[in-house]
């Protein structure tokens, strides 16, 4: 049985812990046994804001070992798994400790707060043959696996354009300190990011507008072209000041010489140009339920890390870097 530890209790940390419960009830080889915060005599018994749902407001967590300090989580128990649910800055030492002392880790995205410390991670997963996976949770998403799959076949032709978009209101406390969290490109835009990462590759240059309203030294506002070789037209953008009652929203449009896929309000729609259109039949299990099964089956088997590879975020993590420095030049062609 596969022993897991969580660091982290905020939002991420909650939804990663409603996942393991369900993996335990579904009967997984998994045993989730310690949480551990440095404020976890707060957290545990207090909600935290949110852009989406969660299982539980408050948590009953009296079946755990908890913790305030990872020092005393780890001298007390032995892990097989750590799940990292920190802020950012903390992801990449902590990460690397976890594997260098012979623990596998899922930690969440982004994967670290620099590209240089995310090669660091990636580094030290294929020294020490420790598994290294980040929560790029879009790779394991019904209707971006859809897509990917519609690419990968070439059922509708060459791709020829794509528009990737995703809104919410401001996070609140370290996310509006740009020096921690990167802002909104480094935090939520970084999954459409990652996702035209995976899709397409990594593109030959980038240009960005940017617009800073609510989060000190970063942005919130953005909007990127990205430069392909065969002059395919793609576009990102992500807004974080959506306010009032705007809630959470993901959308893409992709077109192939030969269909169109929407995917919007949480329905995905395939336009063949020849055929009438339909509503793409998707599973009902979230990104974030499915990456952790795919993670928790390379660990069990000894699989590679193939889907979401350290050094494919990696990658993500440069591109991300590559739209902040055109940002700061005005939209300026920024080459990778």
């Known amino acids: 049985m596969l022993k897991v530890g969580l660091i982290g209790f905020g939002f991420m940390g909650r939804m990663h812990l409603d996942n393991y419960e369900r993996l335990m009830k579904e009967g997984a080889n998994i045993k989730l046994t310690a949480i551990c915060d ?11 804001w949110t852009n989406l749902d969660t299982g539980r407001d408050v948590y009953d967590l009296s079946t755990y070992n908890l913790y305030d300090n990872i020092d005393a989580m780890l001298a007390s128990e032995q892990f097989d798994i750590v799940d990292i649910a920190l802020p950012t800055p903390l992801h990449a030492d902590v990460a690397i400790r976890l594997m260098e002392s012979g623990i596998h880790v899922f930690c969440e995205k982004p994967m670290a707060r620099t590209a240089e410390d995310a090669r660091r991670m990636a580094e030290t997963s294929e020294r ?4 290294l996976m980040i929560g790029q949770c879009l790779r394991f998403w019904p209707a971006y696996e859809y897509l990917k799959a519609c690419i990968e076949d070439g059922r509708y032709g060459a791709v ?15 996310y509006r300190d740009g020096s921690q969290s990167g802002g909104n490109l480094m935090d939520m835009h ?13 593109p030959d240059a980038v240009s960005t507008l940017a617009r800073t309203v609510l989060t000190e030294g970063a942005y919130d506002i953005v909007s990127t072209n990205y430069v392909y070789p065969d ?11 959506l306010q009032g009652d705007f809630g959470f929203t993901m959308v893409y449009r992709v077109n192939f010489e030969g269909a169109n896929l929407v995917f919007e309000n949480g329905q995905l729609k395939v336009n063949p140009n020849e055929d009438a259109g339909f ?11 499915r990456e952790l099964c795919y ?12 889907v979401c590879s350290p050094e494919s975020v990696a990658d993500t993590m440069d591109i991300v870097e590559a739209e902040i420095r055109s940002a700061d030049r005005k939209g300026v062609l920024e080459q990778l």
């Open 128 to 131: 020490t043959g420790k598994k």
């Open 190 to 202: 970084v999954h459409d990011v990652d996702m035209i990462n995976w899709l397409f590759g990594k």
């Open 279 to 289: 509503v793409a039949e998707l599973s009902e299990d979230t990104g974030y339920y």
């Open 295 to 306: 993670f928790l089956d390379a660990v069990k088997n000894n699989e590679a890390v193939v």
């Open 38 to 48: 440095i404020r976890i005599e707060e957290l545990k018994n207090s909600k935290v």
């Open 231 to 241: 002059g395919k037209v793609v576009n990102a953008q992500s807004d974080w000041t």
């Open 160 to 174: 020829t354009a794509g528009y990737f978009f995703r809104g919410s209101s401001t996070p609140l406390g370290w």
